[in-house]
């Protein structure tokens, strides 16, 4: 035996396990549920608010009251359902919400200031002083009630997703599920069938019939198994289908099984493409309230079953059984002969229902209507089954109310594809869900082109009719409705009284079905008490609306593997080996890395290289990789109308061999990205894009190529990882490339102008593009060869301009250099200025037709309409600016009255030995020379400023051109 | 200055992964021309002795393949060296994208159980048998899937994404479900 309420009959071998410390042991079977009921642990939590005992109540995952911790330390996950967690070796388990021992609870407090902590407490008793709420109210309330807490610690487990496609989709694999999927399976189509339990079966597993002249159990496995031998089937247990979507996308979670190493998956969130589903989750049994139906022992009758024939565990040792159906009696008969005492069988149907209970830390008694009170240490209620809909309705659709069976069960309007077979539609009798499954498989498959054969099972059972008793006992007692909110009858009266009638304000005042199990076993008897009170029907009185997930998934499921450092990929360049080789400090630029700077032996600081880098460019020559700028290769006879019109500045005179600077707008006329074009031959251009934008900029002249201009002949083709690309820039640059261009190429001023571009080769033979352009304000060039040279061309321009002093510098310098001459970078470019805004207002072509210029007149971002960009330095040169620093008027207050404008972007220039920053200030360019204050209040800066042109240094350009 | 010749870096160094006679290799750098498929295309094709395929599908003859996982663009592989000028030459649209993809292999019987869990599209060998091809991603990454047999493909990746890519799958052989 393996504990004191484990009956005769148990398979599985035995298993240790803990619970709060305590050691037990289980078998091999068990869930967690099981193996404490079997061990005669009957306080398994405390409620959620008043802090109540409370035991195991069902044995699924309807599970209001049985929530434990599992595991310790950073593994440790809470708020786990006993009932569903599979018993294995060394398990440790603990329960929640309690302070101090589990059986003496120190907040149970709460529970004699129940009468005053019902449902809206909070929002009429904590509304002043308003200051207390976050710092007092909010903080106890929290402590006092709730649910497991997080280990703090991040989750070493492992997550996985994945994608699966089938022709049916079985959503359980109860009767109705199996014979589902047999239909289909053995008509050809391609079968999922996936069931939140670890064995196939479903109620066959909890309850004594015979299927096809077999045991129920029997059967399932052979079923089962037979489905296991066709290679058309995926068979999928401990796998939760947790939402339908649309177009036939069904989210599931698969569990792993018990004993999975700690390096594979624990969890594998699948998304499944099914042409077809055949729904049979089957059915959730519902509690009847009254009086005292919260103490541990009070069970549903469906899980003394289960407990009784599935797992061969007693609820008790003597037991009382009410029911407001048929089925009682049955039940009565099988505990007997399991040689557990009956004390009494109960009608309520016929009023004999129970008025109150007794027992501090779990079932003692029942005192009758009658006022008899009868000993018991557990109770089987079963007050009808609620068909798991959850899944027809997460598209919207409403259940109807079936009168005969007290239940709402799947309407009409079901999810495209989508079929309910077996109690999920309302089919209580073994026989009808065989039945039903069988045709519901065989529908679909038909509907799919396959021909499948029907079947007729035989098989016991029958369906019990319960009658619409929702409680018994005296009115004013204290009953439960929804176990895991503490939501009793009285706080639905309460919300009643005070004009939350609708269902959906009852759920909302009250929380009435809003704790993890959704209200699985609460939201019928809920609303049946709520039209009670109203008088209204319960159909009238309706349900509220269900929403995935139907069962909780954890947030680990839901991330997958995309977590720290697998959060996104890195993308690398295809210099970045010779990068790191060199040293390079790396950042991650989107999903790029790139270099930001090469520290050199002695810098002691960023700064040191950054400067360094930069004025060694400005004095010799420096290579940069600029790879990582997005290139998209445009071609076709409407190549040239096509790039003219995706930008606002002209490109239909652009002469073949030529560059030219482009900047591209949204439709609203604001400034989307800008890169340089070049036009390598009469329909053929290159396209660059900033880094950042490189996929959208391709994304959105792909919609101007489909969907704008059709008719146009243009081809767009991505070409950023094909090409290694470096920018070489500084006095020696043409001196550092012309050693390594192949002749006859003329490299020189008036063979190869500034914005020239031409394809050539290199290095003896490789194929390579040049293109003289200037981000640093330098004599520069950017030269690109295909990606599997990067490396190597890294390395030859360092050798072969060993002598010029050649570096290698990163993205900070660059982005000084770009700063002292003033080009807008990504804190310009930030998508609400326009071409205005960056004083490239006559960059926009009066000439031509292009997107955004509808809109290039309007503002849209309020008080920033006369923006424009400006240059700034510090007065007493010896002060910092800061980034995102605000504009004010000298003695004006910080107000957002005054605000004059904002930092955008600063730098240290090393050429001009101090700060210097770009601003968007009001009406700037005609501020020139005045002096306003540069204003953190974070950083408590408050610096004078000067405004000055934004072209720090060689304003006339001379040198770009030398 | 000493003569300076550019010599290639491979996109991957990584050794092939194995897991259940599955195995995950980079493929050997080849040619890949991407076409502008338009009227005139097949015939070209035709010309260079291959044939262009219907949209999602490919086409073998000798090394060369055409692949098109669009309606609109087929891709060469590993045709001869004078292909592209063949093409331009009858008036096609093409891009030598040979450093643009990487392709790895991806082969054996758990293969398509290990990219269905990053593949999106239907990898059912009676949905996509072998000889198709298709475009979907691979998470962020996308990617062109060649199917060459039953439980053997080809996975094309741009050459930024190739080392991430790799590592993905190998860990994904790691993680499958024993037996």
């Not at chain 2, 093409?94 to 990053?118: F, I």
């Amino acid at each position: 035996m393996t504990g004191p309420f484990r009956l005769a009959g148990a398979a599985g071998a035995p298993i240790g396990f803990r619970f709060n410390g305590r050691a037990m042991t289980g078998r091999a079977r068990d869930t967690l549920a099981a193996a404490l009921l079997a061990n005669g642990q009957r306080i398994v939590g405390r409620s959620f608010k008043y802090h109540r005992p409370r035991g195991i109540l069902s044995a699924g995952p309807e599970e209001p009251n049985a929530l434990v911790t599992l595991g310790t330390g950073a593994e440790a996950e809470p708020n786990t359902r006993a009932t569903v967690v599979e018993l294995h070796e060394g398990l440790e388990a603990f329960s929640q919400n309690h302070l101090g021992p589990l059986t003496h609870d120190l907040m149970a407090v709460n529970d004699l200031f129940s009468p005053i902590l019902g449902a809206g407490f909070y929002y009429k008793t904590f509304m002043w002083p308003r200051a207390f709420w976050e710092k007092l109210y909010e903080p106890a309330i929290r402590r006092a009630a709730g649910l497991g807490a997080l280990s703090g610690h991040a989750d070493p487990g492992l997550y996985d997703r994945g994608y699966l496609h089938c022709d049916v989709l079985v959503i359980g694999a109860g009767p109705a599920g199996l014979a589902a999927a047999l239909a289909a399976a053995e008509s050809g189509a391609r079968v999922l069938i996936a069931d939140e339990d670890n064995r196939p079966g479903g109620r066959l597993l909890a309850e004594p019939q015979t299927v096809e002249g077999m045991a129920g159990a029997d059967w399932a496995r052979v079923a089962w198994d037979r489905l296991g031998e066709m290679p058309n089937v995926r068979r999928m247990p401990r796998t939760t289908v947790f939402g339908s979507f649309d177009h036939g996308v069904y989210g599931a979670v698969e569990l792993a099984a018990s004993g999975t190493p700690a390096d594979m998956p624990r969890q594998v969130m699948w998304r499944v493409y099914a042409r077809r589903a055949v729904l049979c989750a089957g059915a959730t049994e519902r509690p009847l309230v009254f009086p005292g139906n919260d103490r541990p022992g009070v069970m549903l009758a469906g899980a003394v079953d289960a407990y009784l024939e599935r797992w061969k565990v007693a609820a008790g040792r003597r037991v009382a059984v009410m029911t407001n159906h048929a089925g009682g009696a049955g039940l009565a008969e099988r505990l007997r002969a399991a040689g557990v005492e009956v004390a009494a069988v109960l009608a309520a149907e016929t009023g004999e229902g129970i008025a109150a209970t007794r027992g501090r830390k779990g079932l003692s008694a029942i005192r009758l209507e009658s006022g008899r009170w009868l000993d018991c240490d557990a109770l089987a209620v079963g007050g009808g089954w609620s068909p798991n809909l959850q899944l027809t309705g997460h598209a919207g659709a409403r259940p109807v109310w079936h009168a005969d069976i007290q239940a709402f069960v799947p309407g009409d309007s079901l999810p495209p594809g989508m079929t309910v077979a077996g109690a999920a539609s309302g089919d209580f009798a073994l026989p009808d869900c065989l039945s039903g499954g069988d045709a519901a498989g065989a529908a679909a498959a038909e509907a799919l082109g396959f021909a499948p054969r029907p079947r007729v099972y035989t098989a016991t059972g029958e369906g019990y009719m319960p009658a619409p008793v929702w409680r018994t006992g005296p009115k004013d007692g204290r009953a439960f409705v929804d176990l895991q909110h503490d939501v009793t009858v009285k706080d639905i009266a309460l919300a009643h009284r005070e004009g939350f009638v609708a269902v959906e304000h009852l759920k909302r005042y009250t929380t009435l079905g809003m704790a993890t199990d959704q209200g699985k076993t609460s939201n019928v008897p809920g609303l049946a008490i709520l039209s009670q009170l109203t008088g209204r029907s319960i159909p009238d009185t309706g349900t509220t609306r269900y929403r995935p997930p139907a069962t909780p998934v954890t947030i680990g499921a839901l991330a997958g593997r995309e977590r720290g450092r697998d959060f996104k990929p890195y993308r690398y360049t295809p210099a970045h080996d010779w990068a790191v080789a060199m040293g390079a400090s790396m950042v991650e630029s989107g999903l790029w890395l790139r270099a930001e700077w090469f520290a050199e032996a002695g810098e002691t600081g960023w700064r040191d290289s950054v400067d360094r880098e930069a004025r060694s460019v400005r004095e010799t020559v420096g290579i940069c990789d600029v790879s990582t700028l997005g290139k998209i290769d445009i071609q076709g006879r409407d190549a040239t109308r096509f790039v003219d019109f995706v930008y606002c500045n002209g490109f239909a005179k652009l002469a073949v061999g030529r560059v030219r600077y482009g900047l591209m707008l949204r439709e609203d006329g604001m400034v989307m990205d800008d890169g340089t074009c070049a036009r390598l031959a009469e329909d053929h251009y290159l396209m660059t894009t900033t880094t950042a934008n490189a996929a959208s900029v391709y994304r959105h002249l792909e919609f101007v190529r489909q969907v704008l201009h059709p008719d146009w002949d243009v081809h767009l083709v991505p070409e950023t990882d094909g090409w290694s690309q470096f920018s070489v820039a500084g006095p020696r640059a043409r001196d550092l490339l012309a050693r390594l261009v192949d002749a006859p190429f003329d490299i020189s001023n008036e063979g190869f102008p500034f914005m020239a571009c031409a394809d050539l080769t290199i290095c003896g033979g490789t194929r390579a593009r040049l293109f003289r352009i200037s981000f640093s304000g330098e004599l520069a060039y950017e030269i690109a060869v295909p990606a599997r040279y990067g490396n190597a061309l890294a390395a030859a321009l360092t050798t072969a301009g060993a002598d010029l002093g050649v570096l290698a510098y990163g993205v900070e310098a660059l982005d000084v250099m770009r700063m002292e001459k003033g080009h807008p970078s990504g804190n310009e470019l930030n998508g609400q200025t326009a071409p205005r805004h960056l004083g490239m207002g006559r960059m926009a072509s009066q000439a031509k037709d292009y997107i955004g210029r509808a809109c290039a007149a309007l503002s849209h971002v309020d008080g920033a309409e006369d923006v424009e960009l400006v240059g700034v330095v510090p007065v007493d040169r010896g002060k910092a600016l800061l980034n995102g620093a605000h504009i004010l008027a000298p003695g004006a207050a910080a107000t957002l009255e005054n605000d004059e404008g904002w930092m955008s972007s600063v730098s240290f220039s090393p050429q001009l030995g101090h700060h210097i920053g770009l601003a968007f200030i009001r009406r700037g360019q005609a501020r020139m020379g005045e002096r306003l204050r540069a204003v953190d209040l974070l950083r408590e800066s408050d610096v004078e400023i000067e405004l000055v042109p934004t072209h720090f240094f060689d304003p006339e350009g001379g040198r770009l051109r030398a | 200055v000493p003569e300076i010749i550019l010599t290639a870096t491979p996109a991957l160094s990584q050794t092939p992964v194995t897991r259940d006679a599955t195995t995950l290799a980079p493929l050997p750098e080849g040619r890949v021309l991407t076409l502008v498929v338009t009227r005139g295309t097949g015939a070209a094709l035709v010309r260079l002795g291959l044939a262009l395929p219907a949209t999602g599908e490919s086409q073998s003859a000798g090394e060369a393949t055409v692949m098109r996982p669009g309606a609109d663009r087929a891709y060469l592989l590993d045709a001869a060296p004078d292909a592209a000028t063949a093409l331009l030459a009858a008036g096609q649209r093409l891009v030598d994208q040979s450093d643009y993809w990487v392709a790895l292999s991806l082969t054996g019987p758990r293969a398509a159980e290990a990219l269905a869990r990053h593949w999106k599209p239907d990898l059912d060998a009676a949905v996509f048998p072998a000889g198709h091809a298709t475009r979907s991603t691979l998470g962020p990454i996308a990617c062109i899937l060649l199917r060459y047999g039953t439980e053997a493909f080809r996975l094309f990746l741009p050459r930024s994404f190739a080392r991430a890519g790799f590592a993905e799958l190998a860990e994904t052989l790691h993680r499958l479900p024993g037996d």
